[in-house]
């Protein structure tokens, strides 16, 4: 995949031929993103040859380093256009990055290598594109723990900051809940960082001593990571007494190649018990009721909360959302930009199937024993709606209470309002069966099995 290979040349065009083609960086274990020409000809690019995503220029006599850090200027390049740096006119550059998983907006000059972090009211530039103009502005998607992200210009001599297509911002700081940085030890002694969300509604007061349920987010990708923006989605539930952990486990982006390589050979594994793992910690810390912990996922995500219900007896309950319940199936039957990728985070396929089969909640259905909500569109033809019933059917058969939502012409990734809505809707309601509470919201009922 991008982030894990990829070489860089440089050539020149005669007619139809390539001439003089020269490898420029990039090889089985170094990740090239964003090169680009500087306006003197000079070749920019980013690689993560020292561990991490670095920027680089292309000399005559050599690559050399810009800024070297134990930051990232780079990201995981699912979808094309993406870019962390753009060229000022004063011949600095404006640039991207993150640092132990935070975002920052720096100015970089290559001729010297000083990088200037600029102080501004942002936690996030998460859609990672940058544009510069000829007036010294740069274009950036912004955001932060209070606002979701918006178009911002900014000009770093003038310190302007404009707000030029703001996201809506009407939201009541009391009902918001902060987020925290966590970080924890896994299994494998190695640190791992989350975001914590405690409960958050200034009508009503917890009991003393109290701990609040703990639902359990899972990313997905599995190379993304947990947002640093506001997301309303996220203070659904702190603002109903549900605290939340955003957990950043092992494969994510954002603190360098070896943490993003923790999962290779281990998808299914590593991030279950990473997830596992800190609702362990927020227990110990007295943050959440042990036996009040939830899960919930999608795509990707969804198949870490069906592993984490199959493989682990801990938790009250969860909410998959066209979550991945096949590994084999998904090897055979996904797009082609994927087509080998199973093989670096799983195993080779079809050489070890029995890893495959081993790791598919599809095949131990039968070990879930807690309440399961699952959501599922219709037209999905990334995980088709069969992986759905045929959990349906072994939940059914178990005995063990769930609930299942189809949504026609939804396909992998819901995009409906109204499909949204009622799947926050069904979900809290589901919790309040499992744990025991009655929601002050006014919520259409949920068609739970087996209760």
């Not at 093989?343 to 089969?357: C, L, S, T």
């Not at 396909?411 to 069966?433: D, K, N, P, S, V």
Request: net charge negative.
């Amino acid at each position: 995949m991008p982030w894990d290979g990829t070489e860089l040349y440089h050539a020149r065009f005669e007619g139809s031929d390539l001439l003089d083609v020269q490898r420029i960086a990039g090889g089985p274990n170094e990740s090239i993103f964003q090169p680009e020409w500087s306006p003197q000809g000079v070749l920019h690019f980013v690689s993560d040859r020292t561990g991490w995503w670095n920027l680089y220029a292309a000399y005559e006599r050599g690559t050399q380093p810009l800024a070297p850090s134990q930051a990232e200027f780079g990201a995981a390049q699912w979808v094309f256009g993406l870019s962390t740096y753009a060229f000022l006119p004063d011949g600095s550059l404006g640039c991207i990055l993150r640092e132990q998983g935070q975002w920052q907006l720096a100015q970089v000059w290559p001729e010297t290598g000083k990088v200037r972090v600029r102080g501004l009211p942002f936690t996030s530039y998460e859609i990672p594109s940058i544009q510069s103009d000829a007036d010294g502005n740069v274009w950036v998607f912004a955001g932060s723990f209070s606002e979701p992200p918006g178009l911002v210009r900014i000009h770093f001599e003038r310190g302007e900051v404009e707000r030029c297509a703001p996201a809506p911002r009407d939201f009541d700081p009391e009902w918001i809940s902060p987020a925290e940085t966590m970080a924890f030890r896994n299994q494998d002694g190695d640190e791992v960082f989350a975001l914590h969300y405690a409960p958050t509604n200034p009508e009503i007061a917890p009991p003393e001593d109290a701990h609040p349920p703990l639902l359990v987010l899972g990313h997905g990708g599995p190379t993304s990571s947990a947002p640093h923006y506001l997301q309303p989605e996220i203070q659904y539930w702190t603002s109903r007494g549900i605290a939340v952990v955003d957990v950043d486990y092992g494969g994510s982006t954002g603190y360098g190649r070896p943490y993003r390589e923790r999962l290779k050979g281990r998808w299914g594994l590593l991030d279950v018990a990473d997830c596992v793992e800190a609702s362990r910690a927020l227990v110990r810390e007295g943050r959440a009721a042990a036996e009040a912990r939830l899960i919930r996922g999608s795509s990707a995500g969804g198949f870490l909360a069906l592993c984490v219900l199959a493989f682990y007896n801990e938790f009250a309950g969860g909410a998959s959302y066209y979550g991945v319940a096949d590994l084999e199936a998904l090897a055979r039957e996904t797009h082609k930009f994927e087509a080998r990728y199973l093989d670096q985070i799983v195993a080779p396929y079809p050489q070890e199937v029995q890893v495959y089969r081993a790791r598919s909640p599809i095949h131990h259905a039968g070990q879930i024993s807690c309440p399961l909500i699952l959501f599922q569109g219709l037209e999905d033809r990334v995980v088709p709606p069969a992986q759905a019933e045929a959990l349906v059917r072994a939940l059914q058969a178990k005995g063990v209470p769930y609930a299942y939502l189809a949504f026609p012409g939804e396909g992998h990734g819901f995009r409906r309002a109204e499909t949204i809505e009622r799947c926050l809707q069904a979900e809290l309601a589901f919790y309040g069966h499992i744990l025991g509470f009655e929601p002050a919201d006014d919520l259409p009922p949920v068609p739970i099995q087996n209760l």
